[in-house]
T-cell receptor, first 116, second 114 residues
Framework: GDSVTQMEGPVTLSEEAFLTINCTYTATGYPSLFWYVQYPGEGLQLLLKATKADDKGSNKGFEATYRKETTSFHLEKGSVQVSDSAVYFCALSDPARGTSYGKLTFGQGTILTVHP | EAQVTQNPRYLITVTGKKLTVTCSQNMNHEYMSWYRQDPGLGLRQIYYSMNVEVTDKGDVPEGYKVSRKEKRNFPLILESPSPNQTSLYFC?????????????FGPGTRLTVT
């Protein structure tokens, strides 16, 4: 079945540091890939997405590139801020699963804490 | 404001006492889902609904029921809650955007079953 594996957390960084959160996946078909962010006490928000190989999703200074050859979708940000402290989830939606209407398969989440 | 709302946000109950968590969306989305979030496991889909009166099981449906009598509402029912259903629950509605679907999540309901 489909699965998503994220790097173990938690990740602790100083403000303005470079961030990478690794994400790899396995899927039956040709999935769409997503990063969601969950701020404390809130629901998940879509951060960025990519729907085909070599697409780069970007938002709020975060980027991720859909790498089909390595089945990866790593999240990066050049300079993190305290306000980026949150839980980050990598997820996929696999059209080979038929009429799943966008069902998401999630990684386990990575807690990011940014200190001033 | 476009949103998904859930109630209650926090609930502590005892084993076997039936409960319902409500979910409502104001975006006229056809597709709605319930997920549970557990540490180290991410989110897992419980049930989903393609439209009014059309529902199907997700990955972890045991112990849960749903109904979809109106397009905007998708309640989650625990007929006889057990401690292993202690979790954080999210409702989501989804909209097709090009080749994929984007999901909009509610704020979550933290359930504790003692």
């Amino acid at each position: 079945g489909d699965s998503v594996t994220q790097m173990e957390g938690p990740v602790t960084l100083s403000e303005e540091a470079f961030l990478t959160i690794n994400c790899t996946y396995t899927a039956t078909g040709y999935p769409s890939l997503f990063w969601y962010v969950q701020y404390p006490g809130e629901g998940l928000q879509l951060l960025l997405k990519a729907t085909k190989a070599d697409d780069k999703g970007s938002n709020k200074g975060f980027e991720a590139t859909y790498r089909k050859e390595t089945t990866s979708f790593h999240l990066e940000k050049g300079s993190v801020q305290v306000s980026d402290s949150a839980v980050y989830f990598c997820a996929l939606s696999d059209p080979a699963r038929g009429t799943s209407y966008g069902k998401l398969t999630f990684g386990q989440g990575t807690i990011l804490t940014v200190h001033p | 404001e476009a949103q998904v709302t859930q109630n209650p946000r926090y609930l502590i109950t005892v084993t076997g006492k039936k409960l319902t968590v409500t979910c409502s969306q104001n975006m006229n989305h056809e597709y709605m889902s319930w997920y549970r979030q557990d540490p180290g496991l991410g989110l897992r889909q419980i049930y989903y609904s393609m439209n009014v009166e059309v529902t199907d099981k997700g990955d972890v449906p045991e112990g849960y029921k749903v109904s979809r009598k109106e397009k905007r509402n998708f309640p989650l029912i625990l007929e006889s809650p057990s401690p292993n259903q202690t979790s954080l629950y999210f409702c989501a509605s989804s909209l097709q955007v090009g080749p994929t679907y984007e999901q909009y999540f509610g704020p979550g309901t933290r359930l504790t079953v003692t």
